[in-house]
């Protein structure tokens, strides 16, 4: 198992900066990459950005390319989400997620979550 807490959401202005963190605990040794996710009120879960536990490969989502960047530190366990020129729609829970396939194109191939943490960005 792989217990993921996230923290760093918070209320910011359009434009403006919030940068996230995820711990994680546990098995981590099994992970072969961490992902960010984000919800919406009365939509559906999105992806917005991933790393490689191993390699440090990063892809996003193209809403958050240019703007957001993720990063990690494994010896910590720890994966951030830094993002910049933050606009009203990035409101959303956003969740750190684990997975231990070689495959994760999908939101069910991530096997661990987090319990989120609210951002919200005002007009």
């Known amino acids: 198992q792989v217990q993921l807490v996230e923290s760093g959401g918070g209320l910011v202005q359009a434009g403006g900066s919030l940068r996230l963190s995820c711990a994680a605990s546990?098995?981590?040794?099994?992970?072969?990459?961490v992902g960010w996710f984000r919800q919406a009120p009365g939509k559906d879960r999105e992806f917005v950005a991933s790393?490689?536990?191993?390699?440090?490969?990063?892809r996003y989502a193209d809403s958050v390319k240019g703007r957001f960047t993720v990063s990690r530190d494994n010896a910590k366990n720890t994966v951030w989400l830094q993002m910049n020129s933050l606009k009203p729609e990035a409101t959303a829970i956003y969740y750190c997620?684990?997975?231990?396939?070689?495959?994760?194109?999908?939101?069910?191939?991530?096997?661990?979550w987090g319990r989120g943490t609210q951002v919200t960005v005002s007009s």
């Open positions: 997620a684990a997975t231990y396939s070689l495959t994760y194109t999908s939101i069910p191939s991530w096997n661990y």
């Open positions: 546990g098995r981590t040794f099994s992970m072969t990459a």
């Open positions: 790393i490689d536990w191993g390699g440090g490969s990063a």
